[in-house]
């Protein structure tokens, strides 16, 4: 509607530039003015010859008024009218301006107010009579022999604007028609090439809210609008799907790692309570070995609490601030022994907390399945910080790493560990838009970390 609107208001546009600019109306002046002008030329060659017979004269003029609807009167060369279409015979018209310059032999021009405009109003469009606010009054020289003998007034009302229009219609009715089916389909295929995408968008949002991802094929369509906004407001939704899609596929992968990780330990601690429950004549050596049994289990479901928690905190991005990298590691390494720090970065903004619980993790590993060498490089590729960890270590089985930072896989689930250290590593380099790698062989392991934040100096 809103298109339709301003097609409408386009469309009537010339029509309110020639009104409101008055254009129309001075074309209509300038009309009348011609029309008597070459009334006036014809007129003055029968006066020049009836002077001598002036009632004669007033009745030629007065039945060109008939035909022409214009007053006509003709002066002397006084400017005093011998001869009229009406009344006005004897009067002395010498002031006016136009007959003046009439007698002096070229034409003369005036647009005068016309009282009483304003009820001829009521006689409607179809009338003869002119509804304009103005009368023009053209007089032309009288001539003999070269001689200028008198003049001929004729004056007339110009049509008005609306009179000019009504008497067009029949003639633009047909094009006038054809112009605004013309602008109302364009209108309505307009808006339709607009609204069709914004509605197949709608329908995918509410799918979406109701938990119904839209596929790929919804937002290709959005796209066919040709529209920039739309399409690129289709390309976020599909980008927000998408990530939504792998969110939910991510919920359910990690529900169901904690289903598995939790369930052991759950079923231990409950068969140990059980039996610690029915069997009062249990030794108390077994006993004490049940009770150390079920106290592990609960540490170990404190540490997939406490790994878990890090990692949702990870996820979650964290508060991120400026702070010296090379700092950072030299106060993480600072805490195991043998851990040598080379190299420099600089200052980042990011988590410095997360970074440092990545770096934490990344020597434990090396101090727990590493050689007696640690080393910690900090370096700067391509305006990006990063930082290398590296042990000479037994290095780690080549088909051990494709998982090696999967949620939850771990090769030392008998010595504590719960498999989410490298898991957060991952996550932390990730939501911060940088990486992780890692490099093995027997006798060195190399784990590559880019932190994703430009070096500010």
Request: hydrophobic share 45%.
């Amino acid at each position: 509607m809103w298109l339709l609107g301003s097609y409408a208001l386009v469309f009537c546009l010339p029509v309110v530039a020639l009104v409101g600019s008055g254009a129309l109306a001075k074309d209509l002046v300038d009309q009348t003015r011609e029309d008597l002008e070459h009334q006036g030329a014809l007129i003055s060659m029968v006066a020049a010859e009836r002077m001598g017979d002036r009632p004669r004269l007033s009745e030629m003029l007065a039945e060109a008024k008939k035909q022409t609807l214009a007053g006509i009167r003709v002066t002397d060369d006084a400017g005093v009218v011998v001869a009229s279409s009406g009344d006005g015979v004897g009067e002395d018209l010498s002031d006016d301006a136009e007959i003046r310059a009439a007698l002096e032999g070229s034409k003369g021009l005036a647009i005068k107010p016309r009282p009483g405009a304003v009820g001829l109003r009521g006689r409607g469009l179809s009338s003869q009579s002119r509804h304009a606010d103005v009368r023009v009054f053209v007089a032309v020289p009288v001539k003999r022999s070269g001689e200028v003998v008198g003049a001929v007034i004729l004056s007339r009302t110009p049509r008005e604007e609306l009179q000019a229009f009504y008497e067009m219609a029949p003639r633009l009715w047909l094009g006038a028609l054809l112009a605004v089916v013309s602008t109302t389909a364009l209108a309505l295929y307009s808006g339709w090439r607009a609204s069709r995408s914004l509605k197949l968008l709608a329908r995918a949002s509410e799918r979406i809210a109701q938990g119904q991802l839209a596929d790929e094929a919804t937002f290709a369509d959005a796209r066919d609008s040709r529209i920039g906004e739309t399409a690129a407001l289709a390309d976020a939704m599909d980008a927000m799907s998408r990530r939504l899609r792998a969110r939910l596929g991510y919920i359910s992968e990690f529900a169901g790692n904690v289903s598995h990780e939790f369930k052991t330990p759950v079923s231990s601690l409950r068969g140990t309570v059980e039996l610690l429950r029915d069997d009062d004549a249990m030794p108390p050596e077994q006993r004490a070995r049940f009770l150390d049994n079920a106290l592990g289990d609960l540490d170990r479901l404190s540490r997939l609490v406490g790994g878990l928690l890090q990692l949702a905190r990870a996820e979650e991005g964290g508060a991120r601030a400026d702070f010296d990298l090379d700092v950072l590691v030299a106060e993480v390494a600072g805490r195991y022994p043998a851990v040598t720090v080379t190299g420099r970065s600089g200052t980042i903004t990011a988590s410095r907390e997360l970074w440092a619980a990545a770096l934490g993790n990344l020597l434990e590993n090396a101090h727990r399945h590493g050689g007696p060498a640690t080393c910690v490089e900090c370096f700067v590729a391509d305006g990006i910080a990063g930082f290398r960890v590296s042990d000479d270590g037994a290095g780690i089985e080549p088909a051990h790493l494709p998982q090696l930072f999967d949620r939850f896989f771990t090769t030392s689930r008998a010595q504590g560990g719960t498999g989410l250290g490298l898991a957060l590593v991952k996550a932390i380099a990730e939501v911060h838009g940088g990486s992780v790698r890692v490099e093995s062989v027997p006798g060195r392991t190399v784990f590559t970390v880019t932190t994703g934040s430009e070096v500010k100096r």
